[in-house]
């Protein structure tokens, strides 16, 4: 081991087995240095050409008891701001005098990093006094990822002259019944 103004330290040796699989070694030390900043250097005494060694999963820690490897703070705290999901509900509800109207909106977001998902419904039903109803329930689906965009939805409504649907897909299919498993393109 080897402090920054260029003190050095001979940490105890390891017997390294010749094998191809890798082994778990602990060197346990007490360091004299004051420093903040140290490094250790590996060196190796008697290796024949050819041979080579490989170090994985590195772990310099405090105290006399080893323990296993985990990833750092961190590194969790990113991974889990990348990852989301979120339900919105509102719900609401107006009346006065001479109109009603009730309102729902659902919203289902999952993401993870910059590819998202989401679903969304809204329902809502008008009724006012001079005989105006109307009522609509619309679906809408939604992917985004790698700079794509791909929206799927579906509108019912009906007023008091007429009822309407509408489909907005890229292809759009019809089965039979819940058990056809041959959709037909429309």
Do not use: C
Request: hydrophobic share 40%; charged share 20%; aromatic share 6%.
């Amino acid at each position: 081991m080897r402090d920054e103004p260029g003190g050095n330290m001979l940490l105890p040796s390891i017997n390294m087995l010749s094998e191809e699989d890798f082994r778990f070694y602990k060197v346990t030390f007490t360091t004299y240095f004051a420093t903040e900043r140290a490094s250790i250097l590996l060196g190796f005494r008697n290796s024949v050409v050819d041979q080579w060694v490989e170090f994985h999963s590195l772990k310099l820690e405090r105290g006399t008891i080893a323990t296993d490897w985990i990833p750092a703070p961190e590194d969790i705290e990113t991974t889990v701001n990348t990852v989301s999901a979120k339900i919105d509900n509102v719900q609401s509800t107006l009346s006065n005098a001479d109109k009603a109207l009730a309102s729902r909106i659902d919203t289902v977001n999952a993401s993870v990093n910059n590819a998202k998902a989401q679903i969304s419904t809204v329902s809502q039903a008008v009724a006012n006094v001079n005989g105006k109803l109307s009522a609509t329930h619309t679906i809408k689906t939604q992917t985004i990822s790698g700079g794509k965009t791909a929206i799927a939805g579906i509108t019912l409504g009906a007023n008091r002259e007429e009822s309407t649907v509408i489909v907005m897909a890229d292809r759009f299919q019809v089965v039979k019944n819940a058990q056809d498993g041959s959709p037909k393109p429309m």
